[in-house]
Every structure is written in C-alpha cells, then in structure tokens.
C-alpha cells in the first residue's frame, strides 16, 4: 500500500479526515480543480453545494482513474468553496457522504483543506476539489 492515513496522538479530534497521510510510492498524480460540469463543460448538477460537490468529486475520480489511481491512493484533497460560511459544513459533507460508497472514498477521509473564496471561475460554481495521489 502507498498511501497511509493516520492521526497522531495529540492532534486535533473529532474531524471527520486523518490529519496526515504518508506516501511511499514513486507515481505523484495530482488532479487539477475539478467542477459539477461534464464532457461538454455542461453543468451537470443542481445549484447547491451538496449536488455540486457529489459530481466534482465524480469527476475527480474519473481524473484519478485516468491516471490509475483512486481515491485510496489519494494523499491531500483540497477543496475550495464560493462565499463559504461555517454553516455550510452540514451541506458539505452530504455532499461528500452521497458519494463516499459509490467512489470508494476512503473514512475517514485523507488529509483536506476547505477553503472559502470569494468566487470561483464562473458565478455558477459553488466548488471545485483537487486531489493528489501517490502511486507505486
């Protein structure tokens, strides 16, 4: 295995993501920001944050997939949310929990970093997720 998630004794509990993850593979992919769009650069899910964030990180997989990894071969996510309140946070992780079995996503999750932005490329987007793996 490439990817090893843990959480130290003395860091910061209960999160829903291990605090560090260790890769020992050779391979680095790193998957650009990802959106709720598909092939066409059509949008493909409704306006809020739970729908868009289950379809960027389909996305994320496929670009993962594309490079033979999945997401327990990931090591970092970050995650970069438009006009991101704290409140949100209920929102946020549906979005991931929709997704979480049909992705293999692994829980608790790796290594994230959500970071609210003012906007994102287009007013429409309320997301957008980039991955890195390590591979062998």
Do not use: C
Not at 28 to 50: M, S
Not at 104 to 128: A, C, N
């Amino acid at each position: 295995m490439t990817v090893q998630l843990v959480t130290p004794e003395g860091m910061f509990q209960p999160v829903p993501y291990h605090h560090v993850a260790i890769g020992t593979g050779s391979k680095h992919v790193h998957v650009a920001g990802q959106i709720a769009r598909d092939a066409d650069a059509n949008r493909i899910a409704p306006g809020d944050l739970t729908g868009q964030l289950a379809h960027a990180l389909r996305n994320t997989a496929r670009g993962l997939a594309g490079a033979g990894a999945t997401f327990a071969d990931v090591v970092r996510l970050r995650f970069f949310v438009a006009r991101w309140k704290p409140e949100q946070m209920d929102a946020f992780l549906a979005g991931i929990d929709e997704v979480t079995d049909e992705l293999g996503i692994p829980r608790p999750l790796p290594p994230l970093s959500v970071i609210g932005v003012d906007y994102l490329f287009e007013p429409d987007v309320l997301v957008e997720v980039e991955a890195y793996a390590v591979l062998d």
